[in-house]
């Protein structure tokens, strides 16, 4: 199979390829040791950034983390004013007062009634004997406060001063209806 030479050949020389290689500064005595390897030389042409670089990377990294301070104290400060909910009053027991005085407010107190709309309290007109139900009791023209209020006439007649006209007619064409004259007459100077 494999062809043997018949005579005896010189084995070939075999290249040391460390022959050029320097030998290590200190080796150990003991066999298999070598000494630690040793860093690389340093690199004589680094030269280091730009001094404002480093200042600048700084500046924007303050930056970033004040605007992130500031995002969370507001919201922190929009989320405690419009919380409903306090903590002292979910932390409070039933049937104990708190220890810190309530930021609740009082419900604003309740608007007295006016069921017609004229200007007068249900209770007002109760008093004067109109009716609640109607703005203008005795159907003149004129509403229930305005007649008892402004033109001090009756709201319960249609015809306060009994001259034929309605208090709303008069009102409207500028007389007065509590009597004679007109609303806006100015007196005569003497």
Request: without cysteine; hydrophobic residues 25%.
């Amino acid at each position: 199979m494999f062809d043997e030479p018949s005579s005896p050949q010189k084995p070939a020389q075999v290249e040391d390829i460390f022959a050029q290689a320097e030998p290590p500064a200190a080796s150990s005595s003991r066999l298999g040791e070598t000494s630690p390897p040793q860093p690389p030389a340093a690199n004589l042409d680094w030269t280091p950034p730009p001094a404002g670089s480093a200042r600048r990377w700084l500046k924007w990294v303050g930056l970033g983390v004040g605007v992130l301070i500031l995002a969370g104290g507001g919201w922190y400060l929009w989320s405690q004013s419009s919380s409903s909910i306090t903590p002292a009053s979910v932390s409070e027991p039933l049937g104990e007062t708190p220890s810190s005085p309530s930021t609740e407010t009082t419900p604003p107190p309740a608007v007295p009634e006016d069921t017609d709309g004229d200007g007068l309290t249900d209770t007002e007109e109760a008093s004067l004997g109109t009716d609640p139900r109607r703005a203008d009791s005795d159907e003149d023209g004129l509403f229930d406060r305005e007649e008892s209020v402004i033109y001090q006439s009756n709201p319960l007649q249609f015809d306060t001063d009994g001259d034929g006209y309605s208090d709303g007619q008069e009102v409207q064409n500028g007389y007065s209806p509590v009597g004679p004259g007109r609303l806006l007459e100015l007196p005569s100077g003497s």
